[in-house]
């Protein structure tokens, strides 16, 4: 088994990177989490002015959920004991702290649970929000294991197509024309009774996708943040299966730097994402 990942912020020297990548590892199971922590839309940080609070957020969250890990408890269960655990450090960090609902930290995760039993491997897949996640056996077949398609992203294309149309291209004046709008949609994110995002205080159980796949001996996983996944689904330089290939014989570094390079060179994405650029982050398994 190998395990490569890598995890970047947007801006490159910044200290502000809103995703986080941890891996745990015991004798049968190989526990890869990714989680993209959602950008703040507040005025200010509250709890971490250096990092951020989302930042604050992602790592709390990472290790809190690593203490839950108990043979036998599932990962529905694990989820919401650190979340409960994660929220108790908030509420007494903001003591004294007027923090408005819109500014409480959200994120999307995929968990990616490797098991190792009776010599079969087995995948099986916990995710919230936007992450993908993709297995790859030769030659080329390549799966999406969890196709999810973000509703709010045809929300938020709508918007900048009309901001567009009112010459409005800079991103950070569209940021600032969009954000009531980004801010009403954290607040209800915050208070879904089902939340299918990571949240600090959710209203009920967490509406996350889950799945399982036995895997074979050439098996490869790329589990990856929204932000690296920019290659293929926003600036179209790779399929899923070329991605997957260019970082097996590349490595996930040099396609961070080609998303990096694009990014710079390229106004497509300038018009057509809230952010010219974003946190990215990457894990790739291989079987062996």
């Not at 526990?31 to 839309?41: A, C, K, L, M």
């Not at 291209?169 to 009774?193: G, H, I, K, Y």
Request: glycine share 6%; with cysteine; hydrophobic share 45%.
């Amino acid at each position: 088994m190998k395990i490569e990942h890598i995890c970047a912020g947007a801006r490159p020297g910044s200290l502000r990177n809103d995703d986080h990548v941890a891996v745990f590892t015991s004798a049968e199971v190989t526990d890869i989490v990714v989680i993209d922590g959602g950008s703040s839309v507040a005025e200010r940080d509250y709890i971490d002015e250096r990092q951020g609070d989302v930042a604050w957020f992602v790592h709390a969250f990472a290790a809190a959920l690593q203490r839950t890990l108990k043979p036998g408890r599932n990962q529905q269960d694990c989820v919401w004991l650190a979340i409960a655990d994660v929220r108790a450090q908030f509420t007494n960090l903001a003591v004294g702290l007027n923090v408005p609902l819109h500014a409480w930290p959200i994120a999307a995760m995929t968990w990616l649970r490797i098991s190792h039993h009776n010599g079969v491997t087995r995948a099986t897949l916990y995710s919230l929000g936007d992450c993908k996640t993709l297995l790859y056996t030769a030659p080329a077949n390549c799966i999406d294991l969890d196709p999810f398609v973000n509703p709010q992203e045809a929300i938020l294309q709508d918007a900048i197509a009309t901001l567009k149309t009112e010459g409005v291209d800079d991103p950070v004046r569209r940021r600032e024309r969009m954000l009531p709008m980004l801010r009403a949609r954290r607040e209800s994110q915050n208070t879904a009774p089902m939340p299918n995002v990571l949240c600090l205080a959710p209203n009920g159980s967490f509406q996350a996708r889950t799945g399982s796949v036995t895997l074979a001996d050439d098996a490869r996983m790329l589990v990856m943040t929204d932000g690296f996944y920019r290659l293929v689904d926003l600036y179209v330089l790779y399929t899923d299966a070329s991605l997957v290939e260019a970082c097996i014989g590349f490595g996930l570094r040099s396609q961070l730097d080609k998303l990096r390079s694009h990014e710079s060179t390229s106004a497509r994405n300038a018009v057509s994402a809230v952010k010219s650029a974003d946190d990215a982050s990457a894990v790739l398994w291989t079987a062996a």
